[in-house]
């Protein structure tokens, strides 16, 4: 495995960076003295070439809105659309 970086947000706006070297399955950090977490980014400069998805490579405790809201717009228009051919 290769050794990762890993960049830890807090809701102070206070971020640290970590290494993990990938040779467990997984690993636990303890944070202490720091706000509460709200985002851990893995290999935020996209040096590790051979990732098929870097859309994984990041979790947020507050969810974004903007993609389902965008995948739910599409899928009522194809809806409208199929209904417009039938009814027509």
Do not use: C
Request: hydrophobic share 45%; glycine share 4%.
């Amino acid at each position: 495995m290769l050794p990762v970086n890993i960049q830890f947000r807090f809701e102070d706006g206070t971020e640290e960076n970590r290494t993990w070297d990938g040779k467990a399955r997984y690993h636990e950090w303890t944070f202490m003295g720091r706000g509460k977490l709200i985002s851990a980014i893995i290999d935020q400069d996209y040096r590790i070439r051979m990732d098929a998805n870097f859309i994984n490579n990041s979790f947020t405790v507050d969810s974004d809105p903007v993609p389902v809201n965008r995948i739910a717009s599409k899928t009522i228009m194809v809806v409208q659309f199929f209904l417009n051919l039938i009814l027509l």
